[in-house]
């Protein structure tokens, strides 16, 4: 089935569950996600060794990226809601011979320990959370000073010469979406996440002192990155 054919009744989390494998393919073989993800862990800029806790993990498409840029002493945690997405993660861990440390949580409310994160990131998840700039200000305290954050995110773009994509992006937010949110929301997921990216990476710029922003893939990419004040 399609994601516009799922059950209504369906969860967010039994809904990315049972699209875990279509997504992981997309996650990791789509147009350009290598380049943003490469551009997210650059931005990032974890310190060899450290540890990087990634919100909204899915399948840990981004763990690869991070385990490169934190060498064999720094450790990849990954934190999603949806058990589905964690499996695929653990598989794929499994079969490079080390299924990773996965954890079952809420990006909103973390269930780990601040003294033992360095660095966090969130891949294309700002759109999925009710409030992301509480959410990004809850990293930031996870970090705490001196800490290093990273987001990427899509949004419409307001680029000349690509906003003529910009329709077809609004149908791939609502298809990806769970049923029933643009009636929940009462208006185009697309612009609500549009809504939520900026709000999460305005709170980005707020809790630190030297973060950068930059867009990429047409301006549809957004990715911001700096250091708890």
């Known amino acids: 089935m399609t994601p516009l054919l799922q059950p209504a009744s369906l969860s967010a989390p039994e809904f990315y569950s049972r699209l ?30 450290a540890t990087v806790v990634e919100f909204g993990c899915g399948t840990a498409a981004n763990r690869p990226y991070v385990e490169r840029a934190l060498g064999p002493e720094g450790a990849y945690v990954g934190v999603d809601f949806s058990p589905g997405v964690l499996r695929v993660a653990r598989e794929r861990g499994a079969a490079r011979g080390d299924p990773g440390r996965l954890v079952c949580g809420d990006a909103t409310r973390p269930p780990l320990r601040a003294e033992a994160v360095d660095a966090c990131c969130g891949a294309f998840v700002a ?7 509480a959410a990004v200000r809850g990293w930031a305290d996870l970090v705490g000073p001196g800490g290093r954050i990273a987001l990427l995110d899509l949004a419409r773009t307001a680029r000349a010469g690509w906003r003529a994509l910009n329709p077809a992006f609004r149908l791939f937010v609502r298809g990806g979406s769970p049923p029933g949110t643009a009636q929940s929301l009462g208006r185009s997921p697309a612009a609500v996440q549009d809504e939520r990216v900026a709000a999460a990476h305005r709170a980005l710029r707020e809790a630190c002192a030297d973060a950068t922003y930059r867009t990429l893939a047409g301006g549809f990419g957004r990715v911001s990155a700096g250091t708890v004040e």
């Open 20 to 49: 875990a494998r279509l997504y992981d393919v997309l996650a990791r073989r789509g147009p350009v996600v290598g380049r943003l993800r490469e551009a997210l862990v650059d931005a990032l800029d974890p310190a060899p060794g």
């Open 127 to 133: 759109g999925m959370l009710a409030d992301p700039a």
